[in-house]
C-alpha cells in the first residue's frame, strides 16, 4: 500500500469515527427523550404505547362521529 492510500484510509477512518460519536450523541439524546416525554425506556414499550393512543384515537373518533349522527338527526340537518 502506498503512503497516498494509507492517508486516505486514515481520513476514511476518522470520518467514520467522527460520524460514530454523533450518532451516539444523537442516540442519547432520543433515548432521554423517549424516557422524559413518554415515560418509556424501551421501543417495545414506546411501541405498545403508541398503538394503545391509536386504539383511544379510534375509540374517539367513533363516539364523535355517533355524536354528529346523532345531533344531524334531531336537527335535521
Given amino acids: 500500500m502506498e503512503q497516498q492510500d494509507l ?5 476514511k477512518i476518522d470520518q467514520a469515527k467522527e460520524k460514530s460519536s ?12 423517549l424516557k422524559d416525554d413518554w415515560d ?3 421501543i ?6 403508541v398503538q ?3 386504539n383511544k384515537i379510534t ?6 362521529n355517533t355524536g354528529v349522527s346523532k ?3 334531531e336537527y335535521d340537518v
Fill in 59 to 64: 375509540a374517539l373518533n367513533e363516539k364523535i
Fill in 40 to 42: 418509556c425506556t424501551t
Fill in 71 to 73: 345531533l344531524e338527526e
Fill in 52 to 54: 394503545d393512543m391509536e
Fill in 44 to 49: 417495545k414499550q414506546a411501541e405498545v404505547k
Fill in 7 to 11: 492517508l486516505e484510509l486514515k481520513e
Fill in 22 to 33: 454523533e450518532l451516539k450523541g444523537q442516540l442519547q439524546g432520543l433515548t432521554k427523550e
